[in-house]
Nanobody, 125 residues
């Protein structure tokens, strides 16, 4: 129903910044939420941040609060994750996900129904 494509990952030194993009295509919607998750090899998928599509209120994991910012551009059907002060522990594949018809901001992967393929973020020490 909805296709999501992440971009913007890469290799960065500790303390640096990256901005990830999640572009949505297919049938557009004006309700629901978009979230960012990350997963390192052999680790469980971890919630990072989420945003409500209509009102743009946000929620962050404690591990990234104050360093990462999630935002959306409705005209471009795109959600961004600005990542500052990156640490080696931020290294992971980052995924965006979406869910329709919710007023909340799910922080569990099971709360999302549409997923992108992920983009690799590597932070060197």
């Amino acid at each position: 129903q909805v296709q999501l494509v992440e971009s913007g990952g890469g290799l960065v030194q500790a303390g640096g910044s990256l901005r990830l993009s999640c572009a949505a295509s297919g049938r557009t919607f004006s309700s629901g939420a978009v979230g960012w998750f990350r997963q390192a090899p052999g680790k469980e998928r971890e919630f990072v941040a989420a945003i409500n599509w209509i009102m743009a209120y946000t929620y962050y994991a404690d591990s990234v609060k104050g360093r990462f910012t999630i935002s959306r551009d409705s005209a471009k059907n795109t959600v961004y994750l600005q990542m500052n002060s990156l640490k080696p522990e931020d290294t992971a594949v980052y995924y965006c996900a979406a869910v329709r018809d919710t007023l909340g901001l799910p922080s569990d992967a099971s709360g999302y129904h549409y997923w992108g393929q992920g983009t690799q973020v590597t932070v060197s020490s």
